[in-house]
């Protein structure tokens, strides 16, 4: 049995005889089941993958006749009753069976993955490169799920085009090279690697005018499509040809030396990406910013920290260790200019100290820090007059924004702004950053009229600008608000809206976005019971991540654990001052009031009291525990302060 989905879905038997996969529903759940390389997905994930929309009644029965037709298909010879080997059955979803080098999109994978290490696997990279018949899963139209697997192997795909090519001109095996990177250039001309390697390839062919025209179009390209000066690999490269030297190799993949300068504006771009290319593209700036300062050039090191303008939406890092190291050279550099440093520099250092310097992390001295970089780039900002630069700053200043609870009408304002600046000014990464801070906002006030309003034109903005990170948040969203209607007449029941969280949980897994993704699913699904008077979900699975000390109490009470859930009480924290500390004071008032501990619960309220017209956890845009009001007035009635 062989699979391939790099290009349309199919299947081939052995000896090579097509398998009649069936209709496009059916080769959309092979795929999918592909993408997820083995592991199980879940038949709530599987349906919502399906459809988009709302799901039709029997939906969950449509799934299984697929799946159990693809099974008669790719075991057309198992005996009645045999469990299948292929697709089969696990927990609660289903889960594809077969070796990786039996399907292409693994072969391929491995085949970079080794090519990585060992530079001799150059000839397995070429032959797994050829595999490729189109786009990956071609016929698999209008799925989410598609798109971000086609973004992520298109990103990994152009890395295998220029790992190959670097790795034959090395060797000085360029022939036939120069036809493939003109293509590849062709549809990637914002990546200064390929530019430069179809010059060497010139160069080799014996093509010296050709080389040097090419790298003048580079720059060309790059200043006109990007805004942005040619990288120092490109520039050194024209600079050998021009002097009759042999071209030094160039490449930005894993574990080779690279420009910090064109490693940071690379990671920029692979940012917005998502997934293993979001990933990469924070440890490829980390990278650059260790580069530039051992280099000892201290512009080029405050450039390229304050290069990586990519907006941010979350008070939680997802890799808290690596935004610290990007803070702190932050504030090493501002201290190295000193107060004559160009005003622009200051600001985006400023502004990067801010916005990597997320709350939910931080020490009390940390947080002021950061929230006095989020006032003085603002304000440097606003009389520089420089719309980019200003939205980058409020960035910072919603971050820092969290101070307290009950300051949702608050940031609604710097999201009004962020959002008018970059549509003013054609900033579409910035204006999706407005609309998602003022539907984060809407949501917390309760208005889900407005938040879906903001919703839908972020989605808008994120079709036009390739920003696939989008849906997966809106996709939450959609599920905080189906679980305020489940309390209503004629709303959803609580098992659509948990299947609806579980299903959204399952595309952000792989979004690039942990800090964001641990302990999200099982506080939604808390507030569910919570919303209907129900016990805590006591599932053992369940990942509770950095929100356990807050959800502790309530699920040893409801297990009847009363002294084990006094301890628990007494020992968690303050809420940290992030999107969360509504819904996580909320819980800390409930478990206080069951437990009849009058302190705590005067300190919750004293916390939660401007924050009586918002929703709990809904500052997130992504959950609800309810009004925050049904809370408060409970932990003042216990405190005696009501």
């Known amino acids: ?100 080098e039996d399907v292409d999109v693994h072969r391929f994978q491995d085949a970079l993955a080794r090519a990585r290490r060992t530079p001799g696997e150059v000839a397995a990279l070429g032959e797994a490169l050829a595999a490729w018949r189109g786009p990956a899963y071609a016929d698999v139209t209008g799925s989410a799920w598609a798109e971000r697997e086609r973004a992520r192997l298109e990103e990994l795909r152009a890395e295998a085009v220029e790992l190959r090519a670097r790795l034959l001109l090395d060797r000085g095996e360029g022939a036939g090279l120069v036809s493939d990177l003109r293509g590849h250039v062709a549809v990637h001309p914002w990546r200064e690697p390929a530019w430069t390697l179809l010059a060497r390839a010139l160069h080799h062919a014996g093509r010296r005018a050709d080389a040097l025209d090419t790298l003048r179009r580079a720059r060309a390209t790059l200043a006109d499509q990007l805004g942005l000066d040619p990288g120092a690999d490109l520039l050194r490269l024209e600079t050998d040809i021009l002097n009759g030297a042999a071209p030094s190799a160039t490449w930005t993949g894993p574990g080779v030396p690279l420009g910090p300068r064109t490693t940071v504006d690379v990671a920029r771009t692979l940012a917005l990406a998502g997934g293993d290319a979001l990933v990469r593209s924070r440890s490829d700036r980390l990278a650059a910013i260790t580069a530039a300062e051992r280099a000892g050039d201290l512009a080029l090191t405050a450039r390229i920290i304050g290069a990586y303008d990519v907006p941010a939406l979350w008070s939680r890092a997802d890799d808290s260790a690596q935004s610290r190291a990007v803070v702190e050279a932050a504030v090493r550099t501002l201290a190295a200019l000193g107060p004559d440093a160009p005003a622009d520099l200051t600001v985006r250092l400023l502004a990067t100290v801010a916005v990597e310097s997320r709350s939910a992390d931080l020490t009390p001295q940390e947080r002021d820090r950061a929230r006095g970089a989020a006032r003085r780039a603002e304000a440097l900002a606003r009389d520089l007059g420089d719309p980019a630069l200003l939205a980058f700053a409020m960035n910072g200043v919603f971050l820092q924004s969290f101070t307290r609870p009950g300051r949702a009408a608050a940031r609604d304002r710097t999201g009004a702004e962020i959002l008018d600046l970059a549509t003013e000014h054609d900033l579409p990464a910035f204006a999706v950053l407005g609309r998602l801070v003022r539907l984060q906002s809407a949501s917390a006030l309760g208005d889900l009229d407005t938040a879906s309003a903001h919703a839908e034109a972020a989605e808008r903005l994120a079709a036009a600008t390739e920003a696939p990170l989008v849906p997966v948040l809106t996709a939450w969203f959609r599920a905080r608000a189906a679980a305020t209607r489940s309390t209503e007449p004629g709303g959803p029941p609580p098992a659509t809206v948990a299947a609806h969280y579980r299903a959204a949980d399952e595309a952000l897994r792989t979004a690039g976005m942990p800090g964001l993704h641990r302990g999200l699913l099982p506080l ?32 040893l009470l409801d297990q009847g654990r009363e002294a084990q859930a006094r301890t628990a009480l007494a020992a968690a924290p303050a809420p940290p001052p992030d999107h969360m500390q509504e819904a996580l004071w909320c819980l800390t008032a409930r478990a206080a009031v069951r437990l009849g501990d009058r302190d705590t619960a005067a300190r919750a309220a004293t916390a939660l009291r401007d924050a009586r017209a918002e929703h709990a956890g809904a500052a997130s845009g992504l959950l609800t525990l309810g009004p925050v009001a049904a809370y408060l007035e409970e932990a003042e009635e216990c405190a005696g302060t009501g």
């Open 1 to 100: 049995m062989r699979i391939d989905v790099l290009g349309a879905v199919r299947a081939f038997r052995d000896d090579g005889a097509p398998v009649p996969l069936g209709g496009p529903r059916h080769r959309e759940v092979l795929g999918r089941l592909v993408a997820a390389e083995g592991r199980m997905v879940t038949t709530e994930t599987l349906v919502d993958d399906l459809w988009a929309e709302q799901p039709p009644a029997r939906a969950v029965g449509a799934l299984r006749t697929f799946v159990a037709a693809l099974r008669r298909a790719l075991e057309p010879d198992r005996p009645p009753r045999t469990p299948p080997r292929v697709l089969v059955t696990e927990g609660p979803g289903y889960a594809l069976r077969l070796p990786r």
């Open 524 to 555: 939604a699904l808390l507030g569910l019971r919570l919303l209907h008077g129900r016990p805590a979900p006591a599932d053992p699975r369940l990942d509770r991540g950095p929100y356990r000390p807050w959800t502790e109490p309530l699920l």
